[in-house]
């Protein structure tokens, strides 16, 4: 009876279960990539890019259509960079970053939140969202902790390192400690609430197959979203804060 019950379970485990852990690895040139992780990121990236041409290929005065929506995104990145960084200069420099961060985030959680990805079959692994993944969290916090110390130093100089002795030196120790606690808190947040996500979806679809998991997708939508705006809008403000004037 027991051995009945398991071979009807396995398949469905096999269908709806998150393999943490697990990847597709392609071998280029002796170094091994997560297919997987590309491949949903292409993805992710083609959205945003056919979206980007068609909202903008006939510019009207009046906008409608697809170029009223790129226009309402470009305002709502734009408010993130401007709420964090004030200066108009300079919030305008670092507003194509803040904009990729943003979209990239978010299309990549609503691929894996959508999109029936888990029903591709690959020899290992499986799709699902990119931000699932420690390394593509890991890469994307690297990315800011880059661009606010590139920030720091193009607008202050050297100049931008008396930061970590303000207001008093016996700061110091801690305002190091921050600079590496920064990246690991924007990757670790990212990464946790996609992956918890996913696991509790997966978990509700072995159980109960049809429509309970549904309500759990749509709050995993929103809050894959939420996810995307909170770390555009840290990164934002850790950049703001490198190119901040103290006194």
Known sequence: ????????????????????????????????????????????????????????????RIPEGLQNFAEFVFEFVEDIAKNQIHEEEDYRTWLPYIGTLFLFIFASN???????????????????????????????????????FAAGLLKKGIGYFKRYVQPTPVLLPINILEDFTKPL???????????????TVSVLVLLVPLFIPLPIMV????????????????????????LEEHH
């Not at 392609?26 to 056919?50: E, M, R």
């Not at 591709?120 to 420690?134: K, Q």
């Open 1 to 60: 009876m027991y051995e009945g019950i398991s071979q009807n379970i396995l398949p469905a485990m096999s269908l709806a279960g998150v393999e943490v852990g697990t990847h597709f690895y392609w071998d280029i040139g002796g170094a091994k990539l997560h297919g997987q992780v590309f491949l949903v990121s292409w993805l992710a990236s083609g959205a945003i890019l056919l979206m980007a041409i068609l909202g903008t290929r006939t510019l009207q």
């Open 110 to 148: 609503w691929c894996g939140g959508l999109l029936p990805l888990k029903l591709i079959e690959l020899p290992e692994g499986e799709l699902a969202a990119p931000t699932n993944d420690i390394n593509t969290t890991v890469a994307l916090a690297l990315l800011t902790s880059m661009s606010y």
């Open 219 to 242: 709050l995993g939508v929103f809050a894959s979203s939420i996810q995307a705006l909170i770390f555009a809008t840290l990164s934002a403000a850790y950049i703001g804060e490198a």
């Open 185 to 199: 808190s924007l990757s670790f947040r990212l990464f946790g609430n996609i992956l918890a996500d996913e696991l």
